[in-house]
């Protein structure tokens, strides 16, 4: 936890000039609504729409320079590729993208403009990534996983500590879950901190793909078929070595299942109270706030939203 913490506060160090420190805004209609002050960090706001940014930038600065001269190779449904292909257009690097068939075309779209090259690959985000690891192997690349590297993890938690300064009295904080390495960030910096023992740590899924929820009450990581959902950027399967797993398994202190209609309520309901457009993913955090038994006590919430990439015809379809 203490080395945890510390590379989270070197992660912040070196990708302040590449990231932006996205708002922590007070939504006075979910305050009003669900009996709490809430707050949303708005990472829908980030340069690549996506909290994802901070951790493929920390992990690319982190490479040395005949590394990065190579190129790298990534997989992703799309977040983590768009992140990975902008960071390395700042950094004036190159690299290949694996996405699984079933991407949403606005990823895919942004990933290409950014300049990197893409691959389909699978149906799933784990044959995507299994694929991308043996392609960097044989081509001598370094391998950017999505969640399942200390210095993505590190990345992620920097919004952990954006929190921290400016609501360091956060009582209860609600993040997406998917392959774990953004709540694992989160939670394992607050968790390190003396004042952050007393912050309950919600880990939110969808009912169609709910693989860490799972995985956390089997005792071990599962494989297990996942169901279409609008949350796309955190479903689908966990790799067996997983870091992320162990993090969850210790700092998560409660799991919430949401519906696709209470995701699509969700999404709605943002753009109609904030003016904002949110995708699937970020639509979990706030509907599991929403149904949260222990909301209403009158406490101090965070809710990251977690991402803005939402294909236009599915938004159109909510909407």
Known sequence: M??????????????????????????IALSEMGGDRVFLKLENLQYTGSFKLRGATNKLLSLSPETLARGVVAASSGNHGAAVAYALRRLEAKGVVFVPECAAATKVEAIQRYGAEVRRWGMDSVEAEQQARTFAAQSGRAYISPYNDWE????????????????????????????GGLIGGI????????????????GCLPAHSPVMYESVRAGRIVQMESLPTLSDGSAGGIEEDAITFALCQRLV????????????????????????MVEGAAGVAVA????????GRGRNVAIVLCGANIDLDVLKTIL
Do not use: C, F, N
């Open 187 to 202: 939670a394992g910096y607050i968790k390190a901190l003396d004042a952050g023992r007393s912050v309950r740590i919600v």
């Open 2 to 27: 203490v080395a945890l913490k510390q590379a989270i506060l070197e992660a912040e160090r070196r990708i302040r000039p590449y990231v932006r420190r996205t708002p922590l805004d007070e939504s």
């Open 288 to 295: 599991a706030y929403l149904k949260d038994a222990q909301r």
């Open 253 to 276: 202190d409660d799991w919430m299942l949401v519906t696709e209609a209470e995701i699509a309520d969700a999404v709605r309901l943002i753009a109609r109270t904030h003016h904002l």
């Open 152 to 179: 993505i993890v590190a990345g992620q938690g920097t919004i952990g500590l954006e929190v921290l300064e400016e609501l360091p009295d956060v009582e209860t904080l609600y993040v997406t879950v998917g392959g």
